[in-house]
């Protein structure tokens, strides 16, 4: 088992330390441990509350540089340009569990649809753990970059090419743990590994499956909101975001049975959100 230690930045995003580069040129770079992505992403800067720095990486310190031209990525609203280095990549946080000539994306250049340069993870970059099989509905159908994962099953470092994310509440929430090759027994609630519940994941290049509705308190028909009989809706499962998102055709209908159920007064729904008043 493969285990890194990781911390939650503001409840909200797995944020853990990798090691890339060799000897005195080894860097520890903290990156957000992604299921939404792919490739290992390096940026130039970190932003933290506004305010952004160098993060003094070199990637020429002790890495290979595969791409001299210029590369553009781009997903949704977000474009990014640098250059592809190889290099040595260490996912433990005891730095013993090593990925040798492993390709990263140097990101030096990063823009937002609003023409927005600040990077928007407060971390010096990404580890990328999609899925990463090619998604046929997007067209032309994009090419899947290196994935941490698979690659330490094919060097022969883990067995699986699984993970499992822990988060410790005891430490309020703050200290975490992700799990290669699978998941420790000792990491579930009670060590009920019965109550572990397997989800089916499509083909895609996101961990995506089907839903059916959603529940709020205890599972139950009195606490659940279905979606239009028969159908069902693609649910993402993305580490890199600590929102859960219902589509918009069915906000308003799941807002009021919320209302109705928890019994709210004066609550008003504006431009998508739901406000109340606030009592002690």
């Not at 590369?71 to 990925?99: A, M, N």
Request: glycine share 10%; net charge negative; with cysteine.
């Amino acid at each position: 088992m493969v285990s890194n230690l990781v911390g939650g930045y503001a409840g909200s995003t797995f944020v853990g330390e990798v090691t890339v580069g060799q000897d005195e040129g080894a860097t520890a770079v903290y990156v957000s441990y992604d299921t939404g992505s792919d490739w290992l992403q390096i940026y130039n800067t970190s932003c933290l509350n506004g305010t952004c720095q160098s993060v003094g990486f070199d990637p020429a310190a002790s890495g290979t540089l595969i791409s001299p031209r210029v590369v553009e990525r781009s997903f949704g609203l977000i474009k990014q340009e640098g250059h592809v280095y190889e290099d040595r990549v260490c996912v433990s946080h005891l730095g013993t569990v090593c990925l040798n000539n492993c390709s990263y994306f140097f990101v030096e250049q990063f823009t937002l649809g609003n023409n927005d340069t600040t990077p928007i993870y407060p971390a010096n970059g990404v580890l990328g753990m999609t899925r990463g099989q090619p998604d046929p509905n997007l067209l032309p159908v994009p090419e899947v970059g290196p994935l941490i994962v698979p690659m330490l099953k094919e060097a022969g470092l883990a067995d699986f090419s699984t993970f499992a994310f822990y988060l410790d509440n005891s430490a309020g929430g703050k200290v975490s743990w992700v799990d290669f090759n699978g998941f420790v027994k000792h990491n579930i609630k009670n060590e009920a590994e019965s109550k572990i519940i397997w989800t089916k994941m499509q083909d895609s290049f996101y961990w995506e499956t089907t839903c059916q509705g959603v529940s709020f308190g205890e599972p139950s028909s009195d606490n659940s909101f279905s979606f239009k009989k028969g159908s069902k809706i693609i649910a993402i499962f993305d580490t890199g975001t600590s929102f859960t998102m219902i589509p918009d055709f069915y906000w308003i209908q799941y807002l009021n049975i919320l209302i109705h159920k928890i019994g709210l007064e004066d609550s008003k729904i504006s431009q998508g959100y739901l406000t109340f008043p606030c009592t002690e």
